[in-house]
C-alpha cells in the first residue's frame, strides 16, 4: 500500500499525522499538488509538482496509484474514480468512502453544487474539530495496520 494526498486542500495538521505515520511505519507517502510545499526529508515521502488546471492533481493521482493504495481527499469525484479503480479514499475528517455511499455523496455534492452556482449559500463545511483529527489518525492507523504487508 502507498498513500496518495491530494495536498493543495489537506490540511497541515492532516499532513503533519500523515508525515508521523510515514516515518514511524515506512510507508511511501506522497504529496500531489499544484504549488510548492514544504514536506519532510524523510526517503519514504515525495512530492509530485503538477501544472494548474482543473483536476490535474486528482488525474494525476489516480494515474499513478493501483489497487490497494490509499488516496487522501476531501474530493468527492476524486475518491469515486478511487474505490472504482480498487483503492482506499479517506477524507480529512475521518471518513473512508466506500463503494456503498460513493453514488450518494455525488449525488448529495452535485445538488450543493447547482444550489450554490444558482445563487444560493450553502455555507461551507464546519471548520476541521479536535475530533476529526482523531477519527482520521485511529482509522489511518486501523488502515496501516490491516495492509502491514502492502507496505
Not at 66 to 89: C, F, M, N
Not at 94 to 103: F, K, N, S, V
Not at 136 to 147: E, G, M, Q, R, V
Request: charged share 25%; glycine share 8%.
Amino acid at each position: 500500500m502507498k498513500i496518495w494526498v491530494d495536498a493543495d486542500a489537506c490540511p497541515g495538521v492532516i499532513k503533519d499525522i500523515l508525515f508521523k505515520a510515514a516515518k514511524r511505519t515506512g510507508v511511501q507517502l506522497t504529496l500531489v499538488a499544484n504549488h510548492p510545499m514544504h514536506i519532510p526529508s524523510l526517503p519514504t515521502v515525495g512530492f509530485i509538482r503538477v501544472t494548474s488546471g482543473f483536476d490535474v492533481a486528482d488525474s494525476e493521482i489516480v494515474k499513478r496509484m493501483t489497487s490497494g493504495d490509499l488516496v487522501i481527499t476531501a474530493d468527492i469525484p476524486l475518491a469515486a474514480e478511487v474505490v472504482e479503480k480498487g483503492g482506499l479514499a479517506l477524507n480529512p475528517r475521518g471518513e473512508l468512502y466506500t463503494a456503498d455511499d460513493i453514488r450518494s455523496r455525488l449525488s448529495m455534492r452535485d445538488f450543493m453544487d447547482t444550489l450554490r452556482s444558482s445563487g444560493i449559500d450553502t455555507g461551507g463545511p464546519p471548520a476541521l474539530s479536535q475530533s476529526d483529527r482523531q477519527s482520521f489518525a485511529n482509522l489511518l492507523d486501523t488502515l496501516l495496520h490491516k495492509h502491514a504487508g502492502d507496505i
